[in-house]
């Protein structure tokens, strides 16, 4: 497993682009506090047409967004963030989370420290992670996952059997309700409430968890990210995939999932004081 420590530093801090957590009108006040601030730091303001439209305002499509942008601001909880990087990820520009949610594993600048750190990105204190993210193809259709993908089962009366391969050579057959292929971003979402490790955000790793395995013996395995898996549904009912929770698609008996670690990584601008072990002792209560 490597771990991919970054001193990037964005060549510009003259614009920002702004993405809102959707459905979320009642952000329009924060907005505009925020906008403020980022205006006194001399940086100037965009938003993206849905986010726009949702408080009435002008907005540009993404595209248009991405290329006028130094970085991306992702204002809403880590969904929104996940959203952001994703539909972002072929400009390969870095995004800022600023926490409108509620648990907050990844967008961790309150709108209370907004200011100071604004301050200091300006002076160039501040960090890019750069993190891991899965790309699948399925049935010719593909995508690219920050957190997860997830192989469930379609009907809630029966499970379903997976057979996988690592490198082209099987190496298990899964019957149950699902698996979880995560990231190690993604090891904190739902592959810790099935038991999964928790892996350090910055490791090059693939962790593959069962959901509800009829076997005892099926555990959580780590895998590096070198590897290429592939995992076939095996039984006549298929099954679904979904993508971060966001994007769902259907696959049938002997369609297989190819997944790998994309060529590019996420980047998440962070504090240089942001610590994760302490971000899971106050997200997780460890010690409690």
Known sequence: MKITRSTEKLKSIKTAGFILKPNSPELKSEFHLI????????ISVLLEENSADMIDEEGLCLDELCSQCDFLVAVGGDGTLISVVRRSFKYDIPVLGIHQGTLGFLTDIQLSELESFLCSMKE??????????????????????????????????SMIRIDAKID????????????IISTPTGSTAYNLSLGGPVVFPLTEAFIVTPIAPHSLTQRPLV????????????DNQGAV??????????????DSIKIEIASKKAKLIHRVERNYFEVLNEKLQWGN
């Open 35 to 42: 906008k403020q601030h980022f205006i006194d730091a001399n």
């Open 124 to 157: 160039g204190t501040y960090r890019i992670d750069n993190r891991m993210m899965i790309r699948g193809n399925a049935n010719l259709k593909k995508f690219v996952a920050f957190n997860d993908i997830v192989i469930s089962r379609k009907s809630i009366s």
């Open 168 to 179: 082209g050579k099987p190496f298990n057959s899964y019957y149950g309700d699902g698996l």
């Open 223 to 234: 895998l590096p990210a070198d590897f290429e898996i592939e995992f076939t549904v095996s």
């Open 241 to 254: 995939v979904i993508i971060d929770g966001q994007d769902i698609y259907e696959i049938e008996q002997n």
